[in-house]
């Protein structure tokens, strides 16, 4: 099982999944924290504000964290036949469930440079 897992393992060129994850998270935290003073229409801040903003990074770090502890199976990812591709994958185990997962929470940074084909669920 090609499994990429664990600060400091050795896997590939660029980020790991996680790691990029984690990234990105970080900088969604600080876009949160420098716009803390912007102005929002009544009944945006609820929902938009810094304040959810943060409390998202805070879910999705502990969902990273928690997949990185069951160390996904990314080889997983790319297991579909050719011509398959549209159909969802169905996970088997933690490994495959837990990469499943950090590859959907890395979807909207898809248009990041570091994002890799390759995690595409």
Do not use: N, S
Request: charged share 25%.
């Amino acid at each position: 099982m090609d499994v990429e897992w664990g600060p400091g393992e050795a896997w590939g060129t660029g980020p790991r999944l996680d790691e990029f994850l984690l990234a990105r998270i970080a900088e969604d935290k600080r876009v949160a924290t420098e716009a803390a003073d912007a102005d929002l229409p009544e009944g945006y801040r609820d929902h938009f504000g810094p304040a959810h903003v943060l409390a998202e990074c805070t879910a999705k770090r502990g969902i990273v964290l928690a997949c990185r502890a069951a160390r996904p199976d990314l080889a997983f990812l790319g297991a579909r036949p050719p011509g398959m591709g549209d159909f969802p994958l169905t996970p088997a185990d933690q490994h495959q469930l837990a990469a499943l997962t950090l590859a959907q929470l890395a979807l909207p940074y898809a248009d990041h440079r570091d994002y890799r084909e390759e995690w595409r669920p």
